[in-house]
């Protein structure tokens, strides 16, 4: 999973948040949710999956610590969106025309099930990932998306991926000024039940400086070496 860490409120009001959260409990489970959208509606989102709610068919508050399952834990975020939303939504929507906006990854492992990762949209509904549809992506995604389209396979292994992210991520970062360093990577295999990794990348991150300029560098290479038009 990889977030980058830049909010705006305008081209004025640029600040750095994590976006990523990790719950990890070794030999238990390990929990990673990364956000997008409205940073305040992401943090009570935050605070609610952590203090716990009562789930549909439960009589008893849950938290990410102690949810049964990955696909509960989509549920607490989805609860914990619709509160917000019942406080907060009606003057969100009101107030600028901003709306509700907020949208959640959330995937890992939890003991007695295999990995798992759900997309939570800003109505607390969810879907989850398949071999067919190995992965998701929130935020701004028009630019990292094509490369992720034309390479990235279920059964890509995870170093692979991880530079497929990162290029990916580079290719928004040239882009959007609303998308900026430093980056959140978080590595998790299956059935370790601990996190493996949590690394931040900024400009000084060697590894990234080097794939993101072979990577310039190849492109260029690749338009040069295309037949030009000869109509």
């Known amino acids: 999973m990889l977030s980058d860490s830049r909010t705006n409120a305008g081209i004025d009001q640029i600040s750095i948040f994590r976006k990523m959260r ?3 409990v070794p030999g238990d489970r390990t929990v990673l949710m990364a956000t997008s959208g409205n940073l305040a509606i ?34 607490l975020v989805g609860a914990a969106i619709r509160t917000v939303h019942r406080i907060d939504g009606a003057r969100l929507e009101a107030k600028d025309g901003t709306g509700f906006s907020v949208s959640c990854l959330l995937g890992g492992q939890i003991a007695g099930e295999t990995p798992r990762l759900f997309l939570i949209y800003s109505a607390g509904n969810f879907i989850e990932a398949t071999a067919e549809t190995p992965y998701f992506q929130i935020g701004e995604t028009k630019y990292g998306k094509p490369i992720l389209d034309r390479a990235l396979r279920y059964d890509l292994a995870l170093t692979q991926a991880i530079k497929l992210g990162l290029i990916s991520m580079d290719s928004t970062l040239r882009s959007n000024l609303s998308v900026g360093l430093p980056l959140d990577l978080v590595l998790y295999r299956t059935d370790a039940l601990r996190l493996e990794m949590h690394r931040s990348i ?13 990577w310039s560098g190849s492109l260029q290479n690749a338009f040069a070496s295309l037949s030009d038009p000869v109509w």
């Open 22 to 24: 990790v719950w990890d």
């Open 42 to 75: 992401s943090q009570s989102v935050v605070h609610y999956v952590n203090d716990g709610l009562v789930l549909p068919g439960q009589d008893q508050p849950r938290t990410m610590k102690t949810v049964r399952n990955l696909f509960e834990a989509a549920q």
């Open 202 to 214: 900024d400009e000084t991150d060697p590894y990234f400086n080097i794939i993101r300029h072979q």
